[in-house]
């Protein structure tokens, strides 16, 4: 498995912006699609976006669409997620997450995840 570390979460405001950082470490994300999942207190994990091995393909939950953005860099076995117009309703800890095979299509069930990371806390204040 991969060894996932995430960063660049914090307090932000409403309106603000954040991008968080998904380094992996162990095993070349060149290969996998990737993910972002979150989990606010008290809710299920839930899905946020996800793009496939080589970037061309990305896909996004209903909630954030149009004002997230899921990209990679494979050079840097990093994976990225822009977040701007955050709301407090975003507040919740953020997942990077590898698909379980390599050259699967991009997936948004958790169970579709073989690797995860430990999150970063992203808090939007009102």
């Known amino acids: 498995q991969a060894q996932l570390l995430e960063s660049g979460g914090g307090l932000v405001q409403a309106g603000d912006s954040l991008r968080l950082s998904c380094a992996a470490s162990?095993?070349?994300?060149?290969?996998?699609?990737m993910g972002w999942f979150r989990q606010a207190p008290g809710k299920e994990r839930e899905f946020v976006a996800g793009i496939n091995y080589n970037g061309v393909n990305t896909v996004y939950a209903d909630s954030v669409k149009g004002r997230f953005t899921i990209s990679r860099d494979n050079a840097k076995n990093t994976v990225y997620l822009r977040m701007s117009s955050l709301k407090p309703e975003d507040a919740a800890v953020y997942f990077c997450a590898m698909r379980d095979r390599a050259w699967s299509a991009v997936s948004s069930v958790t169970g579709d995840f073989g690797s995860w990371g430990q999150g970063t806390q992203v808090t939007v204040s009102s």
């Open positions: 162990g095993r070349t994300i060149s290969r996998y699609a």
